[in-house]
């Protein structure tokens, strides 16, 4: 069974894929290893976890604007997210890095939504039709 939000576009497109939620931000120039998409920064609560074909559920990015050319260097090395989710509003780092990238980019969830997702429970970003879907099962 799918429960489905609406939200609002910022980078059009559709990704599917596991998600990978965290209440932290992140920095994509220092934290993550941009040829392996593991995040690398031991404190963060992600530490250890790979971007790769995921839904990054995150609040937003921390750090320059050089973070946004970090976001593509993922998607060039084939390791970036399927789609991000940002639980606030999207900062202008992610924004310009998911535009650069063509990976799409959503904020403006419909309230609740942070109740009914977890990691590991299979996610649908429909950037285009503002819907995010998301799978009652984990895997």
């Known amino acids: 069974m799918n429960t489905c939000f609406k939200c609002r576009k ?3 497109g559709y990704g599917i894929g596991n998600a990978l ?6 920095n ?6 941009t040829e392996k998409g593991i995040i690398e920064d031991p404190h963060h609560q992600l530490s250890g976890s790979s971007v790769k074909g995921a839904v990054l559920v995150f ?7 050089v973070g946004a050319y970090a976001i593509y260097s993922l998607k060039v090395n084939g390791v970036a997210p399927a789609a991000i ?10 924004a310009s890095g998911c535009a650069i990238s063509n990976i799409p980019l959503v904020d403006t969830l419909d309230n609740g939504s942070s109740f009914s997702m977890r990691s590991g ?7 285009d039709s503002k819907t995010v879907c998301v799978t ?3 895997f």
């Open 10 to 12: 910022i980078v059009g």
């Open 136 to 138: 009652n099962r984990t």
């Open 59 to 65: 609040p937003g990015a921390i750090g320059s604007s």
């Open 28 to 33: 994509f120039l220092s934290m993550i290893d």
């Open 21 to 26: 939620l965290t209440e932290e931000r992140i």
């Open 121 to 127: 429970m299979e996610v649908k970003v429909d950037a």
């Open 85 to 94: 989710i940002s639980t606030n509003k999207a900062d202008i780092t992610t």
